[in-house]
Each structure stands twice: as structure tokens, then as C-alpha cells.
């Protein structure tokens, strides 16, 4: 996949000065940047030659000719969407055309950065795992209940609480064969970077939902997976990101039900049937 720009964007917070000055002189000028040389990008960027290579790694990618690379593929793919904040008195038909074109952009931006062999890592964890802990707070909790009810759904054994603190409790009763998933959009969410330690020292297996770039809930989990969301979270909240983190839950939850398809599908008839029978008793 490309997603140059997109992990470009999505680390500017967490990199060197002189990296953002290059980082944003990609970000502004693309098409100029591919017929660049890194002593050229770094004379029209005011960084240097090393801070060109220093980006490269911190985007995670082997050097200065994958970036081009990289930045070539978005150019071609370039989609005229552009995310819109919230603004004064903006129409009705203004917030459902730009709160859709968000969520549908940070989608597309996720799936250029999402590392296919990483997924598939956490899928076989997850399907592997005797028990399923879900910790997050605020909005990602909302997220966490989502996914402890999808794979409850087809008979993973799986936990997911609101409080913080017992969250951090429930941490410490993890083993081998668990595994943990935390989810922090920012990725330096206290209780839930110490639930993942704590599950870690354990022995469990920890997968992490974060932003792209390094964060401390990422560089300590076995498997970090990444969203791409540029919504400004004071002003609009969490709500691109919850998407992201939605669609990477579904993409998880629909993998383990794939790996063991006959399975899923039988206890998911189950689930089906008994909220069938509710239904109908209360009708009654």
C-alpha cells in the first residue's frame, strides 16, 4: 500500500523539528517532492540531509527512495475529499456531507497504513486466545464493548469493564494463552498503558488500536495496529477515530469468525435464536 502522506500527517506531533520542517514541505508541496533528491528536499525544506533519512525511519519505511515511491502511488490515487471541521452555524446538509466524507476518508486513510502481516498476526492471536480482555476509556470504551460483544457472539470467552481501576485489576488475572487489546487513539491513555503492562508481565499477548506512530501503548504491545483519523479532537471528539476503530474491530471480529467459519455461524444461529424467543415472549 502507499500512504506516505497519510503516515506523514499522522506523526508530525511526534517528530524533530528539523523532521517536521521536511515533513511539512512534503505535505505541502508532493508533487515537487518525487523529482527531489534528498540534498534538494532538504536545501527547499530548510532541514537537512540527515533529518530526511531520520524521517524515513521514524515513518517506518526502509529510505528516501520508498518515501518517493510512497508519495508517487497517493499522488495518483489523490481522492478531492478533504477533511472538514465543525464551523459556526454550518447547515444541516453541510454537517451530514462533511461528517460522511470524514468518516469515509479516514477509512480510506487507514487502509494505506494498515500492516496487512500485523493484522493477520492479531487475527490468529485472537483465535488462538482462551480469553479476550478489551480495555479502553472514554469513547474507546465504547469501542471495547462493541468488540467484547461481537466475539462473545461466536463464543470467545471475552471481558470488557468501564472502570478504570478494575480494569487494571482484571489485568492481573491474564495468562498465557489470553490476550489483551488495548485501544487509545492517542496511545498515552494511563489505565489502559498500565492494564496492557501489567497483562504483559503476565504472559498474555497484547494487541494495541492507536493512532499511526510511535506511542507508548504501541511500542509496548506484541502486535500494534494503527487508524489514521485528522479530526481535531477539541473540537469535533472523537468521532472519525471511533469509526476507524470500528471498521479495524469488524475487520478482526470477521477474521476469527473466517479462520473458524462453521463454528462462528453455529453459534451465531444460537445467539440469533434466543434473542428470536425473546422477542416473541414479549409480544405475547
Do not use: W
Not at 488475572?173 to 496511545?187: E, H, Q, R
Not at 507508548?216 to 469535533?236: G, K, Q, V, Y
Request: hydrophobic residues 40%.
Amino acid at each position: 500500500m502507499n500512504g506516505g502522506l497519510v503516515r506523514l500527517r499522522e506523526i508530525l506531533d511526534q517528530i524533530t523539528p528539523s523532521e517536521r520542517k521536511v515533513a511539512e514541505y512534503i505535505l505541502n508541496h508532493p508533487e515537487h517532492m518525487v523529482g527531489l533528491s534528498v540534498a534538494e528536499l532538504s536545501e527547499v525544506s530548510g532541514g537537512s540531509p540527515a533529518a530526511v533519512i531520520r524521517l524515513c525511519k521514524s515513518m517506518g519505511i526502509k529510505g528516501y527512495q520508498e518515501l518517493k515511491l510512497k508519495v508517487a502511488g497517493d499522488l495518483q490515487q489523490r481522492e478531492n475529499i478533504r477533511y472538514q471541521e465543525i464551523s459556526p452555524h454550518d447547515s444541516v446538509e453541510a454537517i451530514i456531507h462533511n461528517v460522511s466524507n470524514n468518516n469515509m476518508q479516514s477509512i480510506r486513510d487507514t487502509l494505506k497504513i494498515l500492516d496487512v502481516n500485523m493484522v493477520s498476526k492479531a487475527i490468529e492471536a485472537i483465535a488462538q486466545a482462551d480469553r479476550l480482555f478489551f480495555f479502553g476509556l472514554g469513547a474507546s470504551n465504547l469501542i471495547a464493548q462493541d468488540a467484547q460483544q461481537k466475539f462473545l457472539r461466536i463464543n470467545k470467552t471475552s471481558f470488557c469493564v468501564s472502570d478504570p481501576t478494575v480494569q487494571l485489576a482484571s489485568s492481573v488475572m491474564l495468562k498465557k494463552n489470553d490476550v489483551a487489546v488495548g485501544i487509545s487513539y492517542s496511545g498515552e491513555t494511563g489505565y489502559v498503558i498500565a492494564s496492557m503492562k501489567t497483562a504483559r508481565d503476565a504472559g498474555a499477548t497484547t494487541i494495541s488500536i492507536t493512532k499511526y506512530g510511535s506511542t507508548t501503548l504501541s511500542d509496548i504491545a506484541d502486535i500494534p495496529l494503527f487508524i489514521s483519523s485528522t479530526e481535531n479532537e477539541i473540537r469535533s471528539g472523537a468521532t472519525s477515530s471511533r469509526i476507524t476503530q470500528l471498521n479495524l474491530i469488524d475487520i478482526l471480529y470477521l477474521g476469527v469468525a473466517s479462520q473458524n467459519y462453521d463454528y462462528s455461524v453455529q453459534y451465531l444461529e444460537k445467539t440469533r435464536e434466543v434473542v428470536r424467543n425473546l422477542l416473541s415472549k414479549r409480544r405475547l
